[in-house]
């Protein structure tokens, strides 16, 4: 009877209709309520309605989950203080192929491309915080698993269009975004097609003062500090055009058999443009005056001009470019209520292309510069014109890259009448992932002949959103400078070695899975078996990248195999509360930018150094453990407190190793080569707190807390050398509060996000942090009718900066400027 009655509350889950914000948050609890596994959800209403612009934004509302934001758009998830690439997003189950368009290709990652799935065609997002045997391995964080709708679910001619326009303040531009879908099965209800469409126009202006070049050794007054490289101010402008389709295809013959082919196509044409305009105090700090020194750092000082040289420079960097994604997956399903067989195959494939197209110039000029403070600032009082710079450098790279996967998956699941195990589920995979990428450069004579006045037309306006244009920040004309390249012979062409690379693994798996239900506990135990085989391509050579004198194509091969055991357990204390407990071994493999074959070396001041790849690297090995109490004191409100706890072994850190290499004359010596090695790893342990709850007349809140400390362990060099071991991209402290009014036709929810400051990489010894960050975002709704609804959005209606940093001692990087985004539009359903 016990049994029954579960059943009946899982089914019931699906059958909520979800129209309204409190409605959804109604369906999210249940599916983490009758979940066998840490799970949290986010369902169609939430990822349409709350004032988020992509499936990254939907997800930052989940406790434990972090996004980061480059371009003011979160386009990549962190899962309990876990770096990007080390969770797995499934769309239906399988991954999707990832590429770009930006210069990020050269640093390739496993990270899931958000971007290309706007909000309005998800059905909704699961969050699994514990592992399961018939899940994919491949995280130390979570996994996000993607659903999309099924034609046989839905209502015959349901169709839908939302129209919005989005107003970007930093800009004043605005653009156009559309999503339409449509679904339809026939009289029998055996056969039928769902469509969804979206059309993106995406603009954005990122304007910031920062520190290009890092910070430098210098000797000032006899005493050993460090000088910003570089001090200017930067505007970035992008427009992304997304076009993205999905198509469901589903028959199901007979009450036994059914099939589903899903089919996901979208297209990215990208158009960006950054221009910087600084001080060059790299060559020209030797004439340093009025410094002041704090922390061992100068920050603030005058260099007056000199005889040779520059002292003054302006950087323009342009992209054009795009790039395609496609997926397509068949999924078999045969059940004849005794057993449930699947089979599933697919193909999902993406490439992408950008042409890199950087000019920068120089000019001569005295420097004042300040980095004394958050928002670094600088003056150049003997530039007044454009005429001052004179071409110095320029290059045109076309970067191409590509990601495929091939698939083929079978389950059987069989159900047995035992009074403690309800069903035992087997499976096997087999996937073919390739990735690989090339870069082609061509470079034009630098002269004095050609100045930056040719090429810009005035200052930028409303810099930083003050209103004000900054001196020697001048608006680059891309359609002049194209054509001095089109008329300009290249003095050098090649194929960059250093960035060729082609990754291929093949990755079996096979598991066994239980599921039991005794009483009031019920859970799953199983194990899975993964083998990964690496093969990886790339240049080793040593000498110029244009006229290297050795070169040979590495192709490196590794192996590597994990049992992954795993266990779930849930307890219902009483009708209302849930205990659960959850202990399982997980991997992540080595982002691939890690397992590149390159390999550069060369003689530097009488040292033998070189850098590159380790296509030897293990994956992340951890082992976890979940516990945690959730009480359901109403339909549409929770209390959750969650430990847990992540033992991270093998975790990938930089290290100095010796090699024997070939010189120019074929004699072996040893090498000091920086690259990628296994390190010790280290623990990351943490709680969340989670509250939502409907007060009745209309009013609600939804909020959470996640505290995430990680202490990592040091290797014997790092200690000597004084370095702490870092966990990137964990913040400490994460919450979420959002606060809605839902009553009638009018609903309202405001909702603030703020995550603390984490670490994302060294440069030049220092460690890099994105300081703490907080953002409110608006979403006002009206239902005109049951078929028409009104909308307005604003996201970051604080009008929040970004700030990024070199910690101990704190040297400013910089302070970036988003401005807010207005969205307004109509939805219409059918």
């Keep these: 009877m016990a049994e029954d009655n579960e059943d009946e509350k899982k089914a019931a889950i699906e059958k909520i209709a979800v129209r309204g914000f409190a409605a959804s948050q109604e369906k999210n609890l249940n599916i983490k309520r009758f979940s066998d596994t840490v799970v949290d959800a986010v369902t169609a209403e939430d990822v349409g309605k709350f004032p988020d612009q992509t499936v990254a934004d939907a997800l930052q ?109 930093a800009n004043g531009e605005h653009s156009p975004n559309l999503s339409a879908a449509y679904s339809w099965k026939n009289a029998d209800a055996n056969f039928g097609m769902a469509l969804a469409a979206a059309y993106k126009d995406n603009r954005v202006q990122r304007d910031s003062r920062e520190v290009r070049f ?13 000088y910003p490289g570089s001090v ?35 297209d990215v044409d990208n158009n960006g443009q950054g221009s910087y305009s600084g001080t060059y ?98 003056s150049l009082p003997d530039i007044s014109s454009a005429a001052a710079y004179w071409l110095g450098y320029n290059h045109v790279n076309t970067i191409s890259n590509e990601d495929q996967e091939k698939y083929i998956q079978t389950d059987l699941t069989y159900r047995l009448e035992h009074d403690i195990f309800r069903s035992v589920k087997v499976g096997l995979k087999y996937k073919d992932h390739e990735k690989g990428s090339d870069l082609y450069k061509e470079t034009r004579p630098s002269t004095v002949n050609t100045r930056l006045s040719d090429y810009t037309t005035g200052t930028v306006d409303d810099f930083m959103g003050t209103g004000s244009s900054p001196a020697q920040l001048y608006q680059f004309r891309t359609d002049l400078w194209n054509n001095y390249l089109a008329q300009t012979p290249t003095n050098s062409s090649y194929t960059h070695l250093l960035y060729y690379y082609n990754i291929a693994e093949k990755i079996s798996n096979a598991y066994l899975k239980g599921d039991f239900r005794y009483e009031k506990l019920r859970g799953n135990v199983g194990v899975r078996y993964a083998k990964t085989d690496l093969e990886t391509q790339g240049w080793q050579y040593t000498g110029s990248v244009i006229n290297p004198t050795t070169k040979t194509l590495r192709t490196l091969e590794n192996s590597y195999t994990d049992v992954l055991p795993s266990l779930n357990l849930n307890y219902e204390l009483q009708d209302d509360v849930v205990l659960r407990f ?77 090699e024997s290499l070939p010189d120019p004359d074929g004699s072996l010596n040893d090498y000091e080569i920086t690259l990628p090695v296994n390190g010790l790893g280290g623990v990351n342990q943490g709680i969340e707190l989670n509250l939502s709850h409907y007060f009745g007349n209309g009013f609600g809140v939804v909020a959470n807390y996640t505290f995430s400390d990680a202490d990592m362990d040091e290797t014997p060099a790092q200690q000597a050398a004084g370095v702490k071991a870092i966990l990137p991209n964990n913040s400490k402290n994460l919450y979420n ?62 009008n929040a900066n970004q700030e990024r940093y070199f910690k101990d001692p704190d040297r400013t990087i910089g302070e970036f400027n988003f401005g807010r985004r207005i969205m307004a539009g109509a939805q219409l359903r059918f």
């Design 214 to 226: 890092g910070y430098r050794d210098t000797v000032v007054n006899g005493q050993n500090v460090k």
């Design 281 to 378: 105090n790299l060559s020209a700090i030797g004439g340093l005056t009025n410094a002041v020194i704090a922390n061992n750092t100068v920050v603030s000082g005058n260099i007056p001009a000199a005889a040779s040289g520059f002292e003054a420079i302006y950087g323009s960097a342009g992209y054009i470019g795009g790039y395609q994604t496609r997926a397509h997956d068949l999924k078999l399903s045969f059940d004849n209520n005794q057993y449930l067989w699947t089979t599933q195959l697919g193909y999902t494939y993406a490439d992408g292309v950008v042409e890199d197209n950087y000019a920068e110039f120089y000019a001569k000029s005295a420097i004042e510069f300040d980095v004394s403070n958050t928002a670094p600032q600088m």
């Design 232 to 266: 200017g101010n930067n505007r970035f402008e992008s427009q992304n055009k997304l076009k993205t389709l999905h198509l469901t295809l589903e028959s199901q013959p007979s009450d036994r058999w059914n099939l589903v082919f899903n089919n996901l196509f979208s």
């Design 582 to 658: 959850a202990a399982a071994k997980v991997m992540a493999r080595p982002d691939y930018q890690h397992l590149t074959a390159q390999r550069t070396y060369a003689m530097s001041n009488g040292v033998r150094i070189g850098s590159g790849g380790n296509p030897g690297l293990n994956p992340y090995r951890a082992t976890q453990y979940d516990l945690s109490a959730e009480w359901y004191f109403g339909p549409r409100s929770i209390l959750s407190a969650a430990y847990f706890y992540k033992d991270i072994k093998s975790y990938i850190t930089q290290s100095v190793v010796v």
């Design 737 to 798: 509060l959002t606060g809605y009014y839902e009553r009638g036709a009018y609903s309202a929810r405001l909702s603030y996000n703020y995550r603390s400051e984490y670490y994302y990489g060294t440069y030049l010894g220092m460690s890099q942090y994105l300081r703490g960050y907080g953002q409110y975002d608006l979403n006002l709704s009206y239902n005109v009718n049951e078929h028409v609804a009104l909308s307005l959005q604003v996201i970051n209606l604080s």
């Design 61 to 169: 509302r989940v406790p434990g989950v972090s996004v980061e934001k480059d371009f003011g758009e979160s386009d990549r998830v962190s899962i309990r203080g876990t770096a990007p690439h080390l969770n797995v997003t499934l769309l239906n189950g399988q991954n999707v192929a990832s590429a770009t368009a930006q210069a990020s290709i050269l640093r390739p990652s496993r990270g899931f491309n958000y971007s290309l799935l706007p909000a309005e065609m998800i059905e909704r997002l699961e969050v699994h915080k514990s592992a399961e045997a018939d899940v994919e391995e491949g995280s130390v964080g979570g996994t996000v698993i993607i659903r999309t709708r099924t034609p046989l679910a839905m209502d015959s001619n349901f169709a839908a269009l939302s129209i919005k326009n989005t107003y970007q303040e």
